[in-house]
Structure formats: structure tokens, C-alpha cells
């Protein structure tokens, strides 16, 4: 019972830290609520307010949601917060020139004195795989490289979507599955990609089209369609250059509004409606037109919890990264001594694997103790978009009955 308690208590410590920034205008007069982010009508107003009603609501679903603590449950929802995210982030890195004998294996071999007949079977292979490949035009290959980089992030941007909403699941059911809810959901997280991926070109594509032009300007870049534009762009008035630079902040602006809504309200639309994004985007624009008060209310409440998350999560990283920093240090220190020094650590091979291990060693460690800090955090922004959203339209409330703190049916 007392590590129940200590649970409980670290968990609203985690999530009251996030409302630091928060809490910069006290409630006064007969007409504003206490323990409001921002000066509001009291609930007698027409207004609802449902983005600060939420504030509280998305304490007691992260307490439930999270608590009683169980070791199973933790696990799976810190490989979700890990994992799950949107966009094509992963890095991958390509040679500039691909090496016609593949990775050098022939040069590996013949460096290890008496072959054998595997080397020969291995060798032979690598002979064969870098002729065909010698025969195709260059192009080709850069071809090839490039689709499997791209398709790579691609599936793995899907995946991530997919995990994304197998978090929302977790929320509606109260069950933490991973398998079949990724399954399941990965046709939702196709149209999610494809949906993200034209908002972020609209919301990038006039930022990058004014930095070509500008480089253009400088100096044709050698793209006939950009040193034109260039050239045109040049030839307005104050007047005309004013407003297309007006125009394309707009659509930069109004696409980066539409990609948050898409994450922040359309995704929990999307798995309690079963629906494709754009269902749920017909569904959730039926909701918020008309509210658009409240949706200004919204963005504006959930900046200061994301800046107080963003200081509980910053101030856990400086905890964190300086006692890894210390051990880090000294483990380096001791294993220097049997090698021969610190210079060993950097000019032998044992040095460098030692090196390696330890430092393999300190990011892991790093994870571990930064990562249960980010379930808490991460699990209380979204049960704030989700309580909101529900709040604005009570049929597209997501919260399973054990965990929502206003449904009568919970325990």
C-alpha cells in the first residue's frame, strides 16, 4: 500500500511539474475560476471552455491510466512513447559512391592468409554479385539506392503512425496490446502517412521554394524553372513581393494548424469512429466549426502544458545525463588503467571497443531513467487533446470508462 501511495504521489508530482509554466495569471473576482491556466468565464457563460476543464481531466486519466503500477504495462507503453511518433525522421545515411566490390568482402578475406572453401564460396559470390552490378548504368544503381532508402523510411514512418494509434487504443480499452492493435491499425496509419506527408509539403513548400529563389537570386543554381522564378521574382514591386509573402505564410501557417489538428484531434476521431483520416477529418471539422474560440483557447492552453512538460522532461535530462556523464567518466577512467592509458582508449582496438561498449552502455542507461519520465509526460498531453476533444464533442470521447474521472460508469 505504501508503494501504491509513493506511486501515486510521484505521478502528480510528474504531472503538476508540467503545469509550472502554466500557473502565471492567479484567479480573481466572482467571474474566473481557481486553478484555471488563463482567465475564463465561469461555467454559468455560454462558452464551455472544455480546453481548461481538461487540464484537470488529464490528470486523473494519466493516474489511472498508469496506475495501479504494473511493471508489464510500463514496458509496453514506454516501447510506444519510443517508438511511436509521425513523419519520415529516420536517419539514414548513403554512401556517395557506392564501392563496386560490395563492402570490400574479397580484400577482407584475402587479408586472413590460408582460404578455405566457405572464402572461396563467399568470394566467388561477392565476384559475381559486383559484375552484375558492374553492368548496370550508374543511374541505375543510384536509382535502386535511392528507392530502398526511401521505402525504408516509409515503412518505418507507417509503422511508427501505426504505434501512434495502438497508444489511442490503449487509452479507449484500457489494455496495453500491442500485435494485433498494429495489425489492425496499419491501413489507418497508410492514409495517416499520406495525409501527413502532403501537410508537411505544404507547410515546407513555400519556405523552401523562398529559399531557392533567394540562392537563385544570388546565384543561378543551375535549375531553369528556380533561376526563372528568380529572375521574375526580381522584377516585382515592393507591392506584389509583400503579398506573396503574405499568401505563402498563410498556407504555411494554415497547413501547420491542419497537421496538428490531424495528430491531436483527428487521430482519437479516427479510432473511436473506425474510420479512414479523411472521415475523420470530415468528422472532427463537424465538431470544431463554429468553436473557433475555443479552438483558439485550446492552442493557447496547450503551449503552456507543452512548455511544462518540456521543463519536467528537461529538467529529468540534466538530472539524468549528469550522473551517466559522472559514471561514464569513471568507468572510462578504470578501464584506461589495465590498456595503458587514456591515449590507449583512442589508438588500440581494445580501446576502441571498450569505448564503444561503455559509451553503448551510457545512452541505454540514459533511455532507462529519461524514459519513464516521458510515459508520464507524454501520456498526460495526450489524455489533454483527448479530454478536450471529448469535451467539445461528447461522442467522440475516447477515454474507457475505468479511466475517465467523468464517466459514471468507472470505478
Given at each position: 500500500?505504501?508503494?501504491?501511495?509513493?506511486?501515486?504521489?510521484?505521478?502528480?508530482?510528474?504531472?503538476?511539474?508540467?503545469?509550472?509554466?502554466?500557473?502565471?495569471?492567479?484567479?480573481?473576482?466572482?467571474?474566473?475560476?481557481?486553478?484555471?491556466?488563463?482567465?475564463?468565464?465561469?461555467?454559468?457563460?455560454?462558452?464551455?471552455?472544455?480546453?481548461?476543464?481538461?487540464?484537470?481531466?488529464?490528470?486523473?486519466?494519466?493516474?489511472?491510466f498508469?496506475?495501479?503500477?504494473?511493471?508489464?504495462?510500463?514496458?509496453?507503453?514506454?516501447?510506444?512513447?519510443?517508438?511511436?511518433?509521425?513523419?519520415?525522421?529516420?536517419?539514414?545515411?548513403?554512401?556517395?559512391?557506392?564501392d563496386?566490390?560490395?563492402?570490400?568482402?574479397?580484400?577482407f578475406?584475402g587479408?586472413g592468409?590460408?582460404?578455405?572453401?566457405?572464402?572461396?564460396?563467399?568470394?566467388?559470390?561477392?565476384?559475381?554479385?559486383?559484375?552484375?552490378?558492374?553492368?548496370?548504368?550508374?543511374?541505375?544503381?543510384?536509382?535502386?539506392v535511392?528507392?530502398?532508402?526511401?521505402?525504408?523510411?516509409?515503412?518505418?514512418?507507417?509503422?511508427?503512425?501505426?504505434l501512434?494509434?495502438?497508444?489511442y487504443?490503449?487509452l479507449?480499452?484500457?489494455e496495453v496490446?500491442?500485435?494485433?492493435?498494429?495489425?489492425?491499425?496499419f491501413?489507418?496509419?497508410?492514409?495517416?502517412?499520406?495525409?501527413?506527408?502532403?501537410?508537411?509539403?505544404?507547410?515546407?513548400?513555400?519556405?523552401?521554394?523562398?529559399?531557392?529563389?533567394?540562392?537563385?537570386?544570388?546565384?543561378?543554381?543551375?535549375?531553369?524553372?528556380?533561376?526563372?522564378l528568380a529572375?521574375?521574382?526580381?522584377?516585382?514591386?515592393?507591392?506584389?513581393?509583400?503579398?506573396?509573402?503574405?499568401?505563402g505564410?498563410?498556407?504555411?501557417?494554415?497547413?501547420?494548424?491542419?497537421?496538428?489538428?490531424?495528430?491531436?484531434?483527428?487521430?482519437?476521431?479516427m479510432?473511436?469512429?473506425?474510420?479512414?483520416?479523411?472521415?475523420?477529418?470530415?468528422?472532427?471539422?463537424?465538431?470544431?466549426s463554429g468553436?473557433?474560440?475555443?479552438?483558439?483557447?485550446?492552442?493557447?492552453?496547450?503551449?503552456?502544458?507543452?512548455?511544462?512538460?518540456?521543463?519536467?522532461?528537461?529538467?529529468?535530462?540534466?538530472?539524468?545525463?549528469s550522473?551517466v556523464?559522472?559514471?561514464?567518466?569513471?568507468?572510462?577512467l578504470?578501464?584506461?588503467?589495465?590498456?595503458?592509458?587514456?591515449g590507449?582508449?583512442?589508438?588500440?582496438?581494445a580501446?576502441?571497443?571498450?569505448?564503444?561498449?561503455?559509451?553503448?552502455?551510457?545512452?541505454?542507461?540514459?533511455?532507462?531513467?529519461?524514459?519513464?519520465?516521458?510515459?508520464?509526460?507524454?501520456?498526460?498531453?495526450i489524455?489533454?487533446?483527448v479530454a478536450?476533444?471529448?469535451?467539445?464533442?461528447?461522442?467522440?470521447?475516447?477515454?474507457?470508462?475505468?479511466?475517465?474521472?467523468?464517466?459514471?460508469d468507472?470505478?
Amino acid at each position: 500500500m505504501a508503494g501504491k501511495r509513493t506511486g501515486l504521489w510521484l505521478a502528480d508530482a510528474l504531472i503538476c511539474g508540467s503545469w509550472l509554466a502554466g500557473d502565471l495569471i492567479e484567479s480573481k473576482g466572482p467571474l474566473f475560476r481557481p486553478s484555471c491556466y488563463i482567465c475564463v468565464p465561469d461555467e454559468s457563460a455560454d462558452m464551455g471552455w472544455h480546453a481548461v476543464e481538461a487540464v484537470d481531466d488529464a490528470v486523473g486519466v494519466t493516474r489511472r491510466f498508469l496506475f495501479p503500477f504494473s511493471l508489464v504495462r510500463w514496458a509496453k507503453l514506454a516501447l510506444l512513447v519510443f517508438l511511436m511518433g509521425g513523419g519520415a525522421n529516420a536517419g539514414v545515411s548513403v554512401p556517395a559512391a557506392p564501392d563496386a566490390r560490395i563492402g570490400g568482402i574479397s580484400g577482407f578475406l584475402g587479408s586472413g592468409g590460408t582460404e578455405t572453401e566457405s572464402e572461396d564460396g563467399v568470394a566467388a559470390l561477392d565476384a559475381v554479385v559486383s559484375d552484375v552490378l558492374s553492368g548496370l548504368p550508374g543511374d541505375w544503381l543510384i536509382a535502386v539506392v535511392a528507392f530502398v532508402v526511401i521505402a525504408s523510411v516509409v515503412a518505418l514512418s507507417v509503422a511508427s503512425l501505426s504505434l501512434r494509434l495502438v497508444f489511442y487504443d490503449a487509452l479507449r480499452t484500457n489494455e496495453v496490446r500491442l500485435w494485433r492493435p498494429f495489425l489492425g491499425r496499419f491501413r489507418q496509419a497508410v492514409g495517416l502517412f499520406v495525409a501527413s506527408v502532403g501537410l508537411w509539403s505544404l507547410a515546407a513548400g513555400p519556405i523552401a521554394l523562398a529559399v531557392l529563389v533567394a540562392a537563385a537570386a544570388e546565384r543561378p543554381i543551375g535549375w531553369g524553372p528556380i533561376d526563372s522564378l528568380a529572375t521574375a521574382m526580381g522584377s516585382l514591386s515592393v507591392g506584389p513581393a509583400v503579398i506573396l509573402g503574405l499568401v505563402g505564410s498563410v498556407i504555411v501557417l494554415l497547413a501547420t494548424l491542419a497537421l496538428r489538428l490531424t495528430y491531436e484531434f483527428v487521430v482519437p476521431a479516427m479510432v473511436v469512429e473506425e474510420t479512414g483520416v479523411l472521415a475523420g477529418w470530415h468528422r472532427v471539422w463537424r465538431a470544431v466549426s463554429g468553436e473557433w474560440l475555443e479552438l483558439l483557447g485550446y492552442l493557447a492552453v496547450h503551449f503552456f502544458v507543452r512548455l511544462g512538460t518540456a521543463i519536467v522532461e528537461g529538467i529529468t535530462l540534466v538530472i539524468a545525463g549528469s550522473a551517466v556523464v559522472v559514471i561514464t567518466g569513471s568507468a572510462l577512467l578504470l578501464a584506461a588503467v589495465p590498456l595503458g592509458g587514456l591515449g590507449a582508449l583512442a589508438s588500440t582496438a581494445a580501446g576502441l571497443v571498450t569505448v564503444a561498449i561503455i559509451g553503448i552502455a551510457a545512452a541505454a542507461t540514459l533511455v532507462a531513467l529519461t524514459l519513464p519520465v516521458s510515459v508520464v509526460t507524454r501520456s498526460y498531453v495526450i489524455a489533454y487533446e483527448v479530454a478536450t476533444l471529448g469535451g467539445i464533442d461528447p461522442e467522440l470521447a475516447l477515454f474507457h470508462p475505468d479511466i475517465d474521472p467523468t464517466s459514471t460508469d468507472g470505478n
